[in-house]
């Protein structure tokens, strides 16, 4: 059941009715099947493997909690991460590990045929497996108490607004939200309503429609040129963006609704001056568990040099590997964490003598994005074949964009067609003005202060935007179910 469909909708009116209208007690029950209906939405039979991640680690977690002897403590704990990761190992990268050791084979000179297991990818396994493995693992550290009802922390697990793509929550904040008597509140409806207003202008108007563009131009790479190459690195910019964080604002809008905050996710990221600070605006969910749960356990920046390069290569590797089973991914983490050692070099060096300004933010800003967009080519490639190719191919036939005939013929070439890339330029400028105007809090903060008719005016040309020029024939996903 995807987000930007018709059914979603209808599902999210019936299950808030009965969410207010229900008994206290009911309610939450009465959530918990919701959750696990729209969870069967997408395959019926992957409800088993969701309920048995839910119940292991609860009963796991409860024996870890009253065990006194901390061998069998640590015993049952590490048992918990083995059935967590060796059901991500299993149906996310069994194919990909395979592919990996034939491969490996066959250059030592024996030609074998990879084995290809026919597994179905269960949708959000990577972020539900997280979030059951974050709170293990607190418990196991003393830092929570251990859930004693299993229906509560099955809804902690399946609670479907950020069920198929995050936030990834932790225990501490949400199970006590879900445990709560929450009374009707108009302005939560009102705030969550507008949240998925944005997340659906995102995701509609601008994700789906440069989708177009962007698979055109990444599915056939020697079709194209050097200026292809860099609008469609661009769009895929934007795109995943939108996609992303329009998912997010449309499940924080959602859980609002019913008065349950989730975890902001992103936070201007395209507007960091440094790739550090990058990944403290994007996909925040996730990037913190890497630094709780990964960077932090390895020693993080509290060791030498060369150890905290090693601790920062891990993370970033491991986070790429988490977005996918294929090279593409692995090689685009590294990137990431190239950049971060790179960048603290030059924060011991060239900081020293160059003392930050207004300036050189906007030049470490320009720089930033650069390389952010550059690496998104390698997670949006096919293969690492494709994505070195695009990237040597870069400047190729740049002298002629000031050629109107090449230019026309180059976006007429996207699939997009004029219209469709005007109305998309049109909707990205209007993302960044809210992008802008956020640096003074978040967008529906900011518009919140100003007057009615703004307000207004604001909301009403967003859903006019939305149902007039929006995407709704593809039935695209969301990017990130397929992590």
């Known amino acids: ?8 909708i209808v599902f999210f009116i019936i299950v808030l009715i009965l969410y207010y209208a229900l008994p206290y007690k009911l309610s939450r029950f009465m ?98 497996t997280f979030q059951a493995a974050a709170y293990t693992t607190d418990v196991y550290r003393g830092d929570i108490e251990a859930v004693r009802n299993p229906f509560e922390f099955t809804l902690f697990i399946t609670f479907f607004p950020q069920l198929v793509a995050g936030p990834i929550e932790r225990a501490k904040k949400l199970l006590s939200q879900l445990s709560a ?161 790179i960048g603290r070099i030059k924060s011991d060096t060239i900081g020293r003598l160059c003392p930050k300004n207004f300036f050189t933010d906007i030049i470490s800003g320009v720089i930033t994005f650069a390389l952010v967009v550059y690496a998104w080519i390698f997670f949006r490639a096919d293969t690492l074949t494709d994505a070195f190719y695009i990237t040597a191919h870069l400047g190729e036939n740049l002298t002629q964009i000031l050629n109107p005939e090449y230019i026309y013929a180059s976006v007429t070439s996207w699939g997009l067609g004029l219209y469709p890339l005007i109305l998309s330029f049109g909707s990205v400028l209007i993302l960044f003005f809210m992008e802008l105007i956020s640096f003074k809090g978040n967008i529906t903060s900011v518009v ?20 007039s020029t929006g995407v709704f024939d593809s039935g695209a996903e969301f990017i990130y179910f397929q992590f």
């Open 1 to 8: 059941m995807l987000f930007n469909s018709a059914n979603y």
């Open 31 to 128: 959530l918990l099947i919701a959750s696990l209906i729209f969870y069967m939405a997408w395959e019926p039979a992957l409800i088993l493997l969701i309920l048995f991640s839910a119940l292991s680690n609860f009963g796991l977690s409860l024996m870890i909690e009253r065990h006194k002897d901390k061998r069998v403590k640590k015993r049952l704990y590490i048992l918990s991460l083995i059935i967590n990761f060796g059901l991500l190992a299993v149906f996310k990268y069994l194919a990909f590990l395979s592919r990996l050791i034939f491969g490996a084979l066959g250059l030592a000179g024996l030609s074998l045929t990879p084995f290809e297991p026919n597994i179905i990818l269960p949708m959000g396994i990577s972020f539900y």
């Open 181 to 341: 008597k929450h009374p009707f509140r108009a302005e939560n409806i009102v705030m969550g309503v507008k949240l998925m207003i944005i997340g659906y202008f995102k995701k509609v108007v601008i994700a789906d429609r440069l989708a177009v563009a962007v698979d055109t131009i990444f599915a056939n790479p020697k079709d194209f040129d050097g200026f292809s190459f860099i609008v469609g690195a661009l769009l895929f910019t934007i795109q995943i963006f939108c996609d992303f964080s329009g998912y997010s604002d449309i499940a924080i809008g959602t859980a609002k609704t019913m008065g349950i905050s989730l975890m902001t996710n992103f936070d201007r990221p395209y507007f960091s001056r440094s790739i550090k600070e990058f990944w403290r605006r994007w996909h925040i969910s996730l990037s913190t568990w890497f630094k709780d749960y990964v960077y932090i356990p390895l020693g993080g920046s509290r060791v030498s040099k060369p150890r905290w390069a090693f601790n920062i290569m891990v993370t970033f590797i491991l986070s790429g590997l988490w977005h996918g089973a294929n090279l593409t991914f692995v090689f685009w983490g590294a990137l990431h964490g190239a950049f971060q050692i």
């Open 448 to 467: 919140e202060k100003t007057p009615f008719p703004i307000r207004f005016g604001f909301y009403f040309c967003l859903v006019f935007i939305i149902i």
